[in-house]
Antibody
Framework: EVQLVESGGGLVQPGGSLRLSCAAS????????MSWVRQAPGKGLEWVAN????????YYVDSVKGRFTISRDNAKNSLYLQMNSLRAEDTAVYYC???????????WGQGTMVTVSS | SYELTQPPSVSVSPGQTARITCSGD??????AYWYQQKPGQAPVLVIY???ERPSGIPERFSGSSSGTTVTLTISGVQAEDEADYYC???????????FGGGTKLTVL
């Protein structure tokens, strides 16, 4: 079965850090672009970051540049998002997604909730 | 920063045709994608590369492009199509991706 499973979400104080993970199975992980997309409570979707199949290209939305780092381990079929200097506005469900091309997200995880609050 | 503009809501009766538009300056240069999201669920890709339909998506879903506007058309709308729909594309440089604000489709 093709699936993505996120983990690592939770409650963190402003200024804190969190590392999200996404485990892939059922498809050739190393052949796909991987991405993080988030959705604040009651709001729309927001693209966060993309990483190319071999990790050679990484892109971020302006609001997280310098604070978030996307990475992948193709040997472990895993995607990561290191989130530092977290702010209240980072509170959202974070989805990992994959596709043959960036933006063409055919496979999605179920999401993991990140809450930034004191 | 780059923006995609969608109407907040569209309402249609069952069996009618729903059209959801999305406007953006870079759309003549970049492909558009459409996602369906139902409450509490992850998004589902329903149209890719402006007008292609992924396997398993019903034929009543179609996409088109004209200049700076792309359109998602749902023919013969069914109650199960009630959801939020988001367009998505890249900016002109192809290094930043955005979603439209989303359109809530209500089936009357």
């Amino acid at each position: 079965e093709v699936q993505l499973v996120e983990s690592g979400g939770g409650l963190v104080q402003p200024g804190g850090s969190l590392r999200l993970s996404c485990a892939a199975s059922g498809f050739t992980f190393s052949s796909y672009w991987m991405s993080w997309v988030r959705q604040a409570p009651g709001k729309g979707l927001e693209w966060v970051a993309n990483i190319k199949q071999d990790g050679s290209e990484k892109y971020y939305v302006d609001s997280v540049k310098g604070r978030f780092t996307i990475s992948r381990d193709n040997a472990k079929n895993s995607l990561y998002l290191q989130m530092n200097s977290l702010r209240a506005e980072d509170t959202a469900v974070y989805y990992c997604a994959s596709g043959r091309h960036p933006g063409e997200w055919l496979i999605w995880g179920q999401g993991t909730m990140v809450t930034v609050s004191s | 920063s780059y923006e995609l503009t969608q109407p907040p809501s569209v309402s249609v009766s069952p069996g009618q045709t729903a059209r959801i538009t999305c406007s953006g300056d870079a759309l003549p240069k970049q492909y558009a994608y459409w996602y369906q999201q139902k409450p509490g669920q992850a998004p589902v890709l329903v149209i890719y590369k402006d007008s292609e339909r992924p396997s398993g998506i019903p034929e009543r879903f179609s996409g088109s492009s004209s200049g700076t506007t792309v359109t998602l058309t749902i023919s013969g709308v069914q109650a199960e199509d009630e959801a939020d729909y988001y367009c998505q594309s890249a900016d002109s440089s192809g290094t930043s991706w955005v979603f439209g604000g989303g359109t809530k489709l209500t089936v009357l």
